[in-house]
Protein backbone atom coordinates (compact mmCIF):
# COMPACT_ATOMS: atom_id res chain seq x y z
CA UNK A 1 0.00 0.00 0.00
CA UNK A 2 1.21 3.12 -0.81
CA UNK A 3 2.61 5.99 1.88
CA UNK A 4 -0.45 9.05 2.25
CA UNK A 5 1.14 11.89 1.05
CA UNK A 6 -0.37 14.97 2.95
CA UNK A 7 -2.38 17.46 0.54
CA UNK A 8 -0.49 20.12 -1.35
CA UNK A 9 -0.90 23.90 -0.20
CA UNK A 10 -3.24 25.44 -2.11
CA UNK A 11 -0.68 28.23 -2.90
CA UNK A 12 1.82 25.79 -4.98
CA UNK A 13 2.04 26.47 -8.52
CA UNK A 14 -0.30 24.03 -10.99
CA UNK A 15 2.98 22.77 -12.58
CA UNK A 16 4.78 22.49 -8.83
CA UNK A 17 1.97 20.33 -7.52
CA UNK A 18 2.81 17.67 -11.16
CA UNK A 19 6.14 17.88 -10.28
CA UNK A 20 5.69 16.76 -7.13
CA UNK A 21 3.24 14.18 -7.82
CA UNK A 22 5.56 12.49 -10.62
CA UNK A 23 8.18 12.28 -7.60
CA UNK A 24 5.88 10.98 -5.18
CA UNK A 25 4.38 8.23 -7.96
CA UNK A 26 8.17 7.63 -9.08
CA UNK A 27 9.74 6.93 -5.39
CA UNK A 28 6.69 4.65 -5.03
CA UNK A 29 6.96 2.66 -8.30
CA UNK A 30 11.10 2.23 -7.34
CA UNK A 31 10.78 1.16 -3.46
CA UNK A 32 8.09 -1.26 -4.43
CA UNK A 33 5.41 0.37 -3.09
CA UNK A 34 3.47 0.56 -6.10
CA UNK A 35 3.63 -2.92 -7.89
CA UNK A 36 4.09 -3.67 -11.67
CA UNK A 37 0.58 -3.96 -12.87
CA UNK A 38 -1.24 -2.24 -10.45
CA UNK A 39 -3.99 0.14 -11.81
CA UNK A 40 -3.50 3.62 -10.62
CA UNK A 41 -7.04 5.19 -11.01
CA UNK A 42 -7.48 8.78 -11.34
CA UNK A 43 -9.91 9.30 -8.54
CA UNK A 44 -8.04 7.50 -6.13
CA UNK A 45 -4.93 9.48 -6.75
CA UNK A 46 -6.37 12.73 -6.52
CA UNK A 47 -7.85 12.02 -3.31
CA UNK A 48 -4.61 10.92 -2.26
CA UNK A 49 -3.22 13.88 -3.11
CA UNK A 50 -6.12 16.53 -2.32
CA UNK A 51 -5.37 18.17 -5.32
CA UNK A 52 -8.16 17.99 -8.56
CA UNK A 53 -8.25 15.43 -11.81
CA UNK A 54 -6.23 17.80 -14.08
CA UNK A 55 -2.99 17.29 -12.33
CA UNK A 56 -3.28 13.96 -11.41
CA UNK A 57 -4.21 13.30 -15.55
CA UNK A 58 -0.88 15.62 -16.25
CA UNK A 59 1.50 13.65 -14.17
CA UNK A 60 0.28 10.23 -15.61
CA UNK A 61 0.96 11.21 -19.06
CA UNK A 62 4.54 12.71 -17.56
CA UNK A 63 5.12 9.09 -16.15
CA UNK A 64 3.64 7.22 -19.96
CA UNK A 65 5.74 9.45 -21.66
CA UNK A 66 9.38 8.24 -19.91
CA UNK A 67 7.75 4.67 -20.14
CA UNK A 68 7.03 3.86 -16.62
CA UNK A 69 3.26 3.72 -17.08
CA UNK A 70 0.73 2.44 -19.45
CA UNK A 71 -2.23 4.65 -19.90
CA UNK A 72 -5.28 2.90 -20.21
CA UNK A 73 -8.68 4.87 -21.77
CA UNK A 74 -11.23 5.18 -19.15
CA UNK A 75 -8.80 2.56 -17.09
CA UNK A 76 -6.36 4.74 -15.44
CA UNK A 77 -2.56 3.93 -15.69
CA UNK A 78 -1.22 0.51 -15.72
CA UNK A 79 2.16 0.31 -14.35
CA UNK A 80 5.09 -1.07 -16.15
CA UNK A 81 7.83 -3.47 -14.87
CA UNK A 82 11.11 -1.97 -15.12
CA UNK A 83 14.07 -4.28 -15.83
CA UNK A 84 17.46 -4.40 -14.84
CA UNK A 85 18.07 -3.98 -19.10
CA UNK A 86 15.59 -1.37 -19.15
CA UNK A 87 17.67 0.86 -16.74
CA UNK A 88 20.55 0.07 -18.58
CA UNK A 89 19.07 1.90 -21.86
CA UNK A 90 17.82 4.72 -19.78
CA UNK A 91 21.06 4.90 -18.79
CA UNK A 92 22.99 4.62 -22.90
CA UNK A 93 20.16 7.67 -23.57
CA UNK A 94 21.02 9.74 -20.69
CA UNK A 95 24.99 9.09 -21.61
CA UNK A 96 24.04 10.34 -25.07
CA UNK A 97 22.55 13.39 -24.04
CA UNK A 98 24.69 14.14 -21.49
CA UNK A 99 27.90 13.86 -23.56
CA UNK A 100 26.58 15.88 -25.85
CA UNK A 101 25.43 18.87 -22.95
CA UNK A 102 29.26 18.63 -21.64
CA UNK A 103 30.57 18.98 -25.01
CA UNK A 104 28.92 21.81 -25.57
CA UNK A 105 28.97 23.24 -21.95
CA UNK A 106 32.80 23.49 -22.33
CA UNK A 107 34.01 26.77 -22.42
CA UNK A 108 31.19 28.61 -21.42
CA UNK A 109 30.08 28.04 -17.92
CA UNK A 110 30.95 30.37 -15.09
CA UNK A 111 34.87 29.36 -13.87
CA UNK A 112 33.26 30.96 -10.12
CA UNK A 113 30.78 28.30 -10.40
CA UNK A 114 32.82 25.61 -11.08
CA UNK A 115 35.53 26.68 -8.69
CA UNK A 116 32.73 25.90 -5.80
CA UNK A 117 31.42 22.64 -6.83
CA UNK A 118 35.22 21.68 -6.88
CA UNK A 119 35.66 22.38 -2.94
CA UNK A 120 32.37 21.04 -2.19
CA UNK A 121 33.80 17.58 -4.40
CA UNK A 122 36.58 17.50 -2.21
CA UNK A 123 35.31 17.60 0.49
CA UNK A 124 33.42 15.15 0.06
CA UNK A 125 35.81 12.82 -1.79
CA UNK A 126 38.09 13.32 1.59
CA UNK A 127 35.28 11.50 3.56
CA UNK A 128 36.97 8.33 2.24
CA UNK A 129 33.51 6.21 2.79
CA UNK A 130 33.05 8.01 6.44
CA UNK A 131 29.56 8.84 5.72
CA UNK A 132 26.19 9.73 6.80
CA UNK A 133 22.56 11.10 5.36
CA UNK A 134 24.00 14.46 5.59
CA UNK A 135 26.83 13.78 3.16
CA UNK A 136 24.77 11.58 0.72
CA UNK A 137 22.12 14.73 0.88
CA UNK A 138 24.96 17.02 -0.14
CA UNK A 139 26.22 14.50 -3.05
CA UNK A 140 22.96 14.35 -4.67
CA UNK A 141 22.79 17.98 -4.26
CA UNK A 142 25.59 18.67 -5.67
CA UNK A 143 25.03 15.84 -8.51
CA UNK A 144 21.78 18.17 -9.56
CA UNK A 145 23.49 21.30 -9.54
CA UNK A 146 26.50 20.10 -11.89
CA UNK A 147 23.88 18.29 -14.42
CA UNK A 148 21.51 21.22 -14.15
CA UNK A 149 24.79 23.83 -15.09
CA UNK A 150 25.61 21.74 -17.80
CA UNK A 151 22.66 21.23 -19.59
CA UNK A 152 21.84 25.37 -18.70
CA UNK A 153 25.21 26.29 -20.05
CA UNK A 154 24.70 23.61 -23.44
CA UNK A 155 22.88 26.66 -25.61
CA UNK A 156 20.96 24.24 -27.06
CA UNK A 157 17.31 24.29 -25.63
CA UNK A 158 16.38 21.16 -27.33
CA UNK A 159 19.01 19.19 -25.72
CA UNK A 160 18.26 20.97 -22.40
CA UNK A 161 14.24 20.41 -22.27
CA UNK A 162 14.68 16.77 -23.40
CA UNK A 163 17.22 16.30 -20.29
CA UNK A 164 14.74 18.77 -17.89
CA UNK A 165 11.96 16.02 -19.00
CA UNK A 166 13.83 13.40 -18.09
CA UNK A 167 15.60 14.07 -15.25
CA UNK A 168 13.22 12.96 -13.11
CA UNK A 169 13.62 9.82 -13.75
CA UNK A 170 17.16 9.98 -13.54
CA UNK A 171 17.11 11.26 -10.24
CA UNK A 172 14.24 8.93 -9.09
CA UNK A 173 17.20 6.17 -9.99
CA UNK A 174 19.63 7.58 -8.39
CA UNK A 175 17.79 8.10 -5.42
CA UNK A 176 16.56 5.36 -5.03
CA UNK A 177 20.14 4.08 -5.39
CA UNK A 178 21.29 5.85 -2.73
CA UNK A 179 18.99 4.83 -0.28
CA UNK A 180 19.96 1.17 -1.16
CA UNK A 181 23.63 1.92 -0.13
CA UNK A 182 22.56 3.91 2.89
CA UNK A 183 20.42 0.75 4.23
CA UNK A 184 23.37 -1.09 3.55
CA UNK A 185 26.10 1.09 5.19
CA UNK A 186 28.00 0.70 1.74
CA UNK A 187 29.19 3.79 1.19
CA UNK A 188 31.88 3.60 -1.39
CA UNK A 189 29.79 5.12 -3.80
CA UNK A 190 30.19 8.62 -2.36
CA UNK A 191 34.17 8.77 -2.67
CA UNK A 192 33.51 6.82 -5.94
CA UNK A 193 31.04 9.80 -7.41
CA UNK A 194 32.91 12.65 -6.17
CA UNK A 195 35.80 11.87 -7.86
CA UNK A 196 34.09 11.31 -11.03
CA UNK A 197 32.57 14.56 -10.72
CA UNK A 198 35.89 16.15 -9.85
CA UNK A 199 37.03 15.03 -13.43
CA UNK A 200 34.56 16.32 -14.79
CA UNK A 201 34.68 19.62 -13.41
CA UNK A 202 38.33 19.73 -13.85
CA UNK A 203 38.59 19.36 -17.46
CA UNK A 204 35.66 21.87 -17.97
CA UNK A 205 37.66 24.64 -15.89
CA UNK A 206 40.49 23.46 -18.32
CA UNK A 207 38.52 23.95 -21.11
CA UNK A 208 38.85 20.38 -22.29
CA UNK A 209 36.14 18.94 -24.60
CA UNK A 210 37.33 15.40 -25.10
CA UNK A 211 38.36 15.19 -21.66
CA UNK A 212 34.76 16.29 -19.80
CA UNK A 213 33.22 14.37 -22.97
CA UNK A 214 35.28 11.49 -21.64
CA UNK A 215 34.81 11.32 -17.98
CA UNK A 216 31.11 12.36 -18.33
CA UNK A 217 30.38 8.80 -20.43
CA UNK A 218 32.55 7.09 -17.20
CA UNK A 219 30.90 8.71 -14.60
CA UNK A 220 27.15 7.48 -16.23
CA UNK A 221 28.79 3.76 -16.95
CA UNK A 222 29.80 4.04 -13.44
CA UNK A 223 26.41 4.48 -12.19
CA UNK A 224 24.67 2.38 -14.09
CA UNK A 225 25.38 -0.48 -11.56
CA UNK A 226 24.49 1.13 -8.82
CA UNK A 227 21.18 1.95 -10.33
CA UNK A 228 20.48 -1.51 -11.40
CA UNK A 229 21.21 -3.45 -8.25
CA UNK A 230 19.20 -0.49 -6.64
CA UNK A 231 15.84 -2.17 -8.51
CA UNK A 232 13.30 -4.13 -6.04
CA UNK A 233 12.73 -6.67 -8.96
CA UNK A 234 14.57 -7.54 -12.14
CA UNK A 235 13.31 -9.36 -14.93
CA UNK A 236 16.39 -9.80 -16.90
CA UNK A 237 16.85 -13.43 -15.04
CA UNK A 238 14.14 -16.43 -14.58
CA UNK A 239 13.26 -17.75 -11.21
CA UNK A 240 14.00 -21.25 -10.85
CA UNK A 241 10.42 -21.74 -10.91
CA UNK A 242 10.70 -19.74 -14.19
CA UNK A 243 13.47 -21.74 -15.97
CA UNK A 244 12.31 -25.02 -15.34
CA UNK A 245 8.58 -24.26 -16.32
CA UNK A 246 10.43 -23.19 -19.99
CA UNK A 247 12.27 -26.12 -20.25
CA UNK A 248 9.52 -27.93 -19.56
CA UNK A 249 7.81 -25.93 -22.71
CA UNK A 250 5.21 -23.98 -20.54
CA UNK A 251 4.58 -20.79 -18.26
CA UNK A 252 5.05 -20.39 -14.81
Known sequence: MATRVPPLPPSRRHGLRRDVIVESLLADIFHGRVMAGQHLVTQELAERFG?????????LIALGGIGLITLQPNRGAL?????AKEVREVCRVRRALECEA?????????RAELEKLRDEL???????GRA????????RDIDSRLHDLIAQSAR???LANELNRLKMLFRAFRDVAWEHDHA?????????????????????VAGNRPAATAAMSRHLISGMKYWS??????TDTPSPAGRRARRNGSHP
Open 51 to 59: VSHTPIREA
Open 79 to 83: VRQIS
Open 102 to 110: VRSACGRID
Open 122 to 128: QKLRGLN
Open 132 to 139: NARSIAKA
Open 156 to 158: NAF
Open 184 to 204: HNNFQRLAEEAAEHLAIVDAL
Open 229 to 234: RALPVS
